[in-house]
């Protein structure tokens, strides 16, 4: 029994990816000790935020960094930085900016919800939203047309939810920025390569601690010196009513510190995806192969298709009999109007894909 189990919440085999509504991630046991340690002794909270800017900074490659509770609140606290600067009195009158220079400019295929609206984090930190293009469609010159005296930001959102079909890319974006002397933040909350858009001279970054990086729920901005130190002085605004922990910033830490030594766990991810395909290599009415994600990061799921007709039931049936069972199983099932459902062997506790295989069997009466 788990500790969930023991306050009558359902037991969760995570086969869907790291998925803020799922958790995020199971901690590895140096960042639980490193959060355990912490809860138990008392620290300078700015002290510890600068620090951690600092160790941010390094794994990074950026100017600074600063730590958040989480990647929706880096959004939050960005924008409020761009329109708010260091200026107190503008801080303190954050989200209402009227006057200021607040629009914020974004592609119309990545006004996307996450879980929650970008266009509401933007606008919680002060920023009005300026879209651009169509959903599907989107050129330099509608950026550039958009761009006015009012433009504290061009924002570009790196995710899979976002459309990848007819957008600008993040270089174009960052070569606009760098034209027009506009700073540029790309939300890359659950990008696996954390210097990339650094390197690239984006101006701030935003990343999530709890997907990729495998902390606790928390995340970072990292960027430009003097722009960071403007993301720190929103604690004094918009940015107190989610503020970060001092567990949270040192389990983030640990898991930053252990981040770049994950290549054998890769390779064991990998070959727990090979075998659940192996499983049902020769069993008509599946289709199993190996996928890379659809947002092109270096992750590898087992992808199961499913001829309906042949196996006489609908995959949102057998979705649904997935995580109504005991323990509950949720896979990644973006494409199951397709027959199409994703097992993310990152999220799997040991042994957990044998479950899953077993009961997909089951399900489907097959030996």
Same mark, same amino acid.
């Given at each position: ?6 306050? $009558? ?39 510890l ?17 600063c ?15 761009l329109i708010?600067?260091?200026n ?5 009158r ?8 607040n629009?914020?400019?974004i592609q119309k ?12 984090m933007?606008?919680?930190g $002060?920023? *009005? ?32 939810h ?7 890319s ?7 920025? *760098? ?12 990008? /696996? ?5 650094i390197?690239?001279?984006?101006n701030l970054?935003?990343?999530?601690g ?13 960027g430009?010196?003097?722009?960071v ?7 004094? $605004?918009? $940015?107190?009513?989610m ?17 770049y ?6 390779? /064991?991810e990998?070959?727990?995806a090979k ?12 289709t ?13 799921r ?47 506790l ?18």
């Amino acid at each position: 029994m788990n500790i969930y189990q023991k306050y $009558g919440l359902k037991q969760i085999i995570n086969a869907s990816g790291k998925m803020t509504a799922l958790g995020g991630s199971a901690l590895n046991s140096m960042v639980a000790r490193a959060m355990f340690e912490a809860a138990q002794d008392y620290v300078d909270m700015q002290e510890l935020t600068i620090k951690a800017g600092k160790i941010i900074a390094e794994m990074t490659t950026a100017e600074d960094g600063c730590p958040t509770v989480g990647a929706a609140a880096g959004i939050v606290i960005s924008t409020a930085a761009l329109i708010a600067g260091e200026n107190l009195t503008l801080i303190e009158r954050l989200p209402y900016s009227e006057g200021l220079s607040n629009e914020i400019i974004i592609q119309k295929g990545h006004l996307i919800n996450f879980g929650a609206s970008i266009a509401q984090m933007i606008r919680l930190g $002060g920023g *009005r939203v300026v879209e651009v293009g169509q959903v599907n469609h989107v050129k330099k010159d509608h950026i550039l047309e958009s761009i006015s005296e009012k433009t504290a930001a061009i924002f570009y959102v790196k995710s899979h939810h976002a459309a990848k079909k007819g957008m600008l890319s993040t270089s174009e974006i960052i070569e606009i920025g *760098r034209e027009k002397n506009i700073p540029v933040i790309i939300d890359a909350a659950a990008e /696996e390569d954390i210097k990339e858009y650094i390197q690239n001279g984006a101006n701030l970054v935003i990343y999530s601690g709890g997907k990729a990086i495998g902390g606790p729920t928390s995340g970072f901005i990292c960027g430009e010196k003097e722009l960071v130190e403007a993301c720190r002085l929103q604690y004094l $605004g918009v $940015g107190r009513a989610m503020k970060v922990g001092k567990e949270q910033i040192m389990g983030l830490i640990a898991a930053l510190e252990i981040y770049y030594d994950r290549v054998e766990t890769k390779q /064991e991810e990998l070959q727990k995806a090979k075998w659940i395909v192996e499983q049902f290599k020769n069993i008509q009415g599946i289709t199993a192969s190996i996928i890379q994600d659809e947002a092109g990061r270096e992750i590898y799921r087992a992808q199961l298709k499913f001829d309906e007709k042949k196996l006489k039931i609908s995959t949102d049936e057998i979705i649904n009999k997935l995580e109504m069972g005991e323990p509950s199983i949720f896979t990644r099932n973006y494409y199951a109007n397709l027959g199409i459902i994703s097992i993310d062997p990152r999220t799997l506790l040991s042994g957990q894909e044998k479950i899953i295989v077993n009961r997909i069997k089951e399900i489907l009466n097959i030996q």
